[in-house]
């Protein structure tokens, strides 16, 4: 009986651990799609902000 509670002990908390677990790894993927949003959208204003300085003749 006591090898039973021990073996119910520890799956359940190996199965608390996996879900705080992949509960890390949904915020960590959200994170980083954020952050490569925000890295595209920089690159793309920098992009055209030299285009514009580098554009001859317009001022």
């Given at each position: 009986?006591?090898?039973?509670?021990?073996?119910?002990?520890v799956?359940?908390?190996a199965?608390?651990?996996?879900?705080?677990?992949?509960?890390?790894?949904?915020?960590?993927?959200l994170?980083?799609?954020i952050?490569?949003?925000?890295?595209?959208?920089?690159?793309?204003?920098r992009g055209?902000?030299m285009?514009?300085?580098h554009?001859p003749?317009?001022?």
């Amino acid at each position: 009986m006591r090898t039973v509670l021990w073996i119910v002990g520890v799956v359940g908390g190996a199965l608390v651990l996996l879900g705080l677990f992949l509960e890390a790894v949904r915020w960590l993927v959200l994170i980083g799609a954020i952050a490569l949003v925000v890295v595209i959208v920089l690159a793309f204003v920098r992009g055209r902000q030299m285009m514009r300085q580098h554009s001859p003749g317009r001022r």
